[in-house]
């Protein structure tokens, strides 16, 4: 069994790896022997981090310079280039004999499944658009796997190319209700579109080595995990007062939690690269500014997501802005404030029950979001009632994935014809 998982970011992303580390960990319980191999976007960075897999390169790799324009045509010239060679079935890229070899492709899950206009779709999401084409191209059966999907503005190439990607794929699974909606109105017509949820829920945590940081873990009293990122605010005319804003919001919030409920605020970078992609820079910035808080500590260990999550699973309450960061911490039934950036949070948050703890990131500010955290701390064991209530039912459609890949798999690469989902009341019911 050859199993080629495509689309990849990059390992210092703790989230996207702890996707691909979930992926491989249970692919390995049903498929023990099977070859895996993962295509990233930066191979050099995420070898030998995944686990008995192989690493390889996309066929494109990221552009390096920062012209847009610049950027839409080479990536255009790159989708003409590998649409004609493997049409004519050229060896032009090494991976491309990875695809030849696969039985199943499966992209790993994320939230780049998504376009806002055609700049975007020839620009950012054509390194995914391509891996998706290479798929159809060598005719393998594929799965758009635990996805949040959208939006796709309404320029008819880009709407009808993704159309097509979801028609032609063997499943189209959004990770969340949100996604799930928009996919009813987007192509109605499609019966290969189920709901599932994000695989990093069923990522297995880990312990982390005796240090300063376990020392700290071990304390009594609050902790309040955070964390947070350099948002580039896309389409707005001031990013830079919107980016301010929102530092400030996060200073003022994280001094209250500090100084007034004697919590001991862990700042957690999720993302460590590559580049400027790197949360230390933003959280190092806010613990200058708060001129060595005693109570206030940095971790910059660059941990495994399994001991990210482990380290998440001993707070009290985490605020976060990464995404993953609050599914590894809601996975462990821990109570999340969300500071949203994309539908995606929204559509997590909504899932687990916890909708009204979710604050857009755009416009934030102090006075709205001391006051929510301030009401999580209030209700920390209502909010754990309502995830153990929702959990199980999340945990089910995670697993439910597999479930259907493995089915698709079974079958040649067919569209299951019928599907039996687990529902969160637990009881099996049609899809």
Known sequence: MNILITNAYCYLNKGDSGIIRAMVQEFRKQYPDARITVVSLFPELDQDKYGDCRVVASPVAPY???????????????????WLANRLRLPVHPTLRDFREADIVVSCGGGYFKARNLAQFLGDFMYHYLQFMTAVQYRKPFVIYAQTVGEFGDHPLVTGKIRKLIRKS?????????????????????????????????????????????????????????TMRSWHFPGEADRAGLLAGYKESL??????????????????????????????????????????????????????????????????????????????????????????????????????????????????????????????LADLDGMRRTLARTLPGLFAKSRLNNTLLYDVIASGGATPAKVRIKAVAGEWQDA
Request: net charge neutral; with cysteine; charged share 25%.
């Open 251 to 376: 200073l003022r919030t994280i001094r209250h939690l500090a100084d007034d409920r004697g919590a001991d605020v862990f700042l957690m970078p999720q993302c460590i690269g590559p580049g400027e992609d790197n949360d230390l820079i933003i959280s190092r910035e806010i613990l200058s500014r708060l001129n060595g808080h005693p109570r206030v500590h940095l971790v910059d260990e660059n941990l495994t997501p399994e001991q990210l999550k482990g380290v998440y699973a001993r707070m009290n309450l985490f605020l976060g802005t990464r995404m993953h960061s609050n599914i590894f911490s809601l996975s462990e039934g821990v109570p999340c404030v969300a500071i949203s950036y994309d539908p995606k949070t929204d559509g997590i948050m909504k899932a687990v029950g916890l909708e009204d703890y979710v604050l857009p990131i755009k416009g934030i500010s102090d006075k709205t979001l001391v006051p929510l955290v301030d009401k999580a």
């Open 64 to 82: 390096a310079g920062k012209n847009r324009l610049a950027k839409v045509l080479r990536n255009s010239a790159r989708w003409a280039g590998l």
């Open 170 to 226: 063997a499943l189209c699974l959004p990770r969340e209700p949100i996604s799930a909606a928009f996919l009813k109105r987007f192509v109605p017509d499609a019966d290969n579109c189920f709901e599932t949820s994000d695989i990093a829920f069923l990522l297995t945590k880990q312990d982390i080595p005796a240090g300063r940081l376990e020392s700290l873990l071990d304390r009594e009293g609050l902790k309040v995990g955070v």
